[in-house]
């Protein structure tokens, strides 16, 4: 469909001037497309000759699509224009001398039409202007002022029997009031299109209103050698409009599609500045300057200047049953129904639009099989669309043995896909299943002072099948996966979902069979050897899962480290030794002093504090050369597991 841009781009300009043409006329509907997602494209043509208005009507919940989505094409006219009466109601009302707007009363009314002279009968005939109005809290009734040949006058609204303003300004704004309100009710609204032109020519015009979504359903009869599946399509004529031949398609898919509110006046909020007034210069006051030179000011100017991209803007030119023609429309799939359709407005029908035979597998599906419980699989189907066309999702009524067999659930089928469906229990057929999980040793390995330990856990289901039918049957059984895991066996799967296995495999006649699935994970554990203590150490060097050469690695560490604990329990006992004698000279050094030095007790002292002084000296040298050991054995260790790779 090519739509010349001019056209497309005046069609919305919208008027509110008396144009002169031909009466006022409706195009008929000559081409629906109803869209899964819930929306219709509408398609008006006809024959027009000279200028013609045309009358589109739509429900005011369809206005706004229709504002956004409308196209006019009219080889004749280079300047079509569209009008409609906008609505905004409340603005409407207040711009009117009497505002009805906010539901008010007749006090209310009157009070607001202060200065307005007035004509009622209460019951007498009285001519006045209006003060305003007032509410007798005594009494709780409301009172109207007037003033009256030079007086004023309080009469009770519950007197007055009758109304008239002089001012025929006001009273046309409050017959206008009332019809604005009245229209404001209807619930189908008119777009003008007015099309000038002195020639016979066809026109049409076409747009996208929201309308019920259309419905597949589907019939497969199991019962034949050949599988045979019959679509149809239920439709609504929801509009006030009848469909007279008309060619309908029916599209799966799902575009992108909003509403907008194009059909009310919208307003913005602008912000109020003073008045741009000549008056008196302010005072100021100026701070002391500075020098820029023209390069810092060259850089500050280039760097702060906004950068202004333009975006580019692309034009572009623009059997036995009725089964539809289908085609592809984009990412869209369309139905378009070989013969016309006539639809009365406001109902609704059923159209075949897709039959032919499928390959399609009884099977028996397994989905879930809860611990210690025996369960029946679903009875279904797999079927594998071989018709040539897409089929949109929707119920399927299976019929088996020439009589009702289930009702089943089918999402959207594409050409040669295959999909599972299921619409009862196999009764023949049961399964109960158990579980265990196990974990053991994989490997180790130990890189730059850090081993790494691999175990594995094994998960087992065992599923007893048992078929008490005459016949075999074909199971598919859904086994959710473990995340993370692998499968071990079997070792091949028919399928995957997004969380399970499917296997497919017979059941015999009669016969029970078991039927194991094994997974297994594996999980990971690091450990930095360096920060092992001697106990943990010890016990991985003989762990006997480790193969030989990384407990011969452990050893060797092992050893390293006795021999680090030896040069650490060395130092220990010399510190202790050096302690107990600087615990002695301290004593002895107090016992001097109370004996004195020339004493024969006191000489006695002195030498046993002679010979201590020179043991303390050695242990001094001792505990250097220990703690010289002990770093060369704490480096050995460190430089050993650092280089270590096993």
Known sequence: MQIKLSHLLSAFVTTSAVLSANEDMQLPIKKVSLFSSGIGYFERGGEVDGSANLTLPF??????????????????????????????????????????????????????????????????????KIIGTQVNREKNYDELSLFVNGNIQVVSLSNVTSYRFTDEKISHDLARALDIMLNSKQSVKNINVYLPSSKKRPVFVSYTIPTPVWKATYRLDLSAKQPFLQGWAIVDNAGDTDWKGVELSLVVGRPVSFTQPLYMPYFLQRPSLPLSIEGF??????????????????????????????????????????????????????????????????????????????????????????????????????????????????????????????????????????????????LAVKGTVSQSSKTQFDSVKISKGVMTIMEKTIYEKIYALKNSDKTDKNIILEH???????????????????????????????????????????????????????????????????????????????????????????????????????????RIRKNITVVGNDSPQGQEYIKKLSTIDGEIEQQYKNIENIQKSLQKAQEAFENYIAGLNV
């Open 59 to 128: 429900e005011i919940t369809a206005i706004d699509d229709a504002l956004k989505s409308l196209i006019i094409h009219d080889p004749a006219t280079n300047a079509p224009l569209v009008s409609y009466a906008s609505e905004d109601l409340q603005k409407m009302l207040s711009e009117l001398k009497i505002n009805l707007s906010g539901n008010p009363s007749v006090a209310q009314i009157l009070h607001s039409l202060k200065g307005a002279e007035l004509e009622i009968y209460a019951p007498n005939k009285i001519v006045g």
């Open 281 to 426: 210069a302010e005072a100021k006051s100026y701070e002391s300057g500075y020098e820029v030179s023209n390069k810092q000011l060259l850089r500050k100017s280039v760097s702060s200047a906004p950068t202004m991209a333009m975006a580019d803007m692309i034009y572009a030119e623009e059997s036995d049953y009725d089964v539809p023609q289908s085609k592809n429309a984009g990412e869209q799939f369309i139905f378009t129904l070989k013969n016309p359709v006539t639809l009365e407005r406001r109902q609704s029908a059923m159209i075949p639009f897709a039959q032919g035979g499928l390959k399609v597998r009884k099977v028996s599906i397994f989905t879930h099989i809860p611990q210690s419980s025996s369960v029946n699989p679903a009875l279904g189907a797999e079927i594998v669309n071989t018709l040539g066309i897409k089929l949109p999702s929707g119920v399927i009524t299976v019929y088996d043995g020439g009589t009702f067999a289930g009702d089943a659930l089918m999402d959207f089928l594409a050409e040669g896909a295959k999909r599972l469906i299921s619409y009862g229990d196999d």
């Open 480 to 586: 959710p996966f473990t995340a993370g895991a692998n499968l071990v066996t079997p070792a091949k799967y028919a399928e995957k979902t997004s969380s399970a296995y499917r296997f497919d495999f017979v059941l015999p006649a009669n016969k029970e069979l078991i039927y194991s699935v094994k997974e297994d994970k594996l999980n990971r554990q690091t450990i930095g050897i360096l920060s092992m203590d001697y106990t943990t150490l010890a016990l991985f060097s003989t762990n006997k899962d480790f193969p030989t050469n990384v407990k011969n690695a452990l050893q060797e560490a092992v050893r390293l480290t006795n021999a680090v604990k030896a040069e650490e329990n060395k130092l220990s006992s010399a510190r202790s030794a050096l302690v107990e004698n600087a615990n002695e000279q301290e």
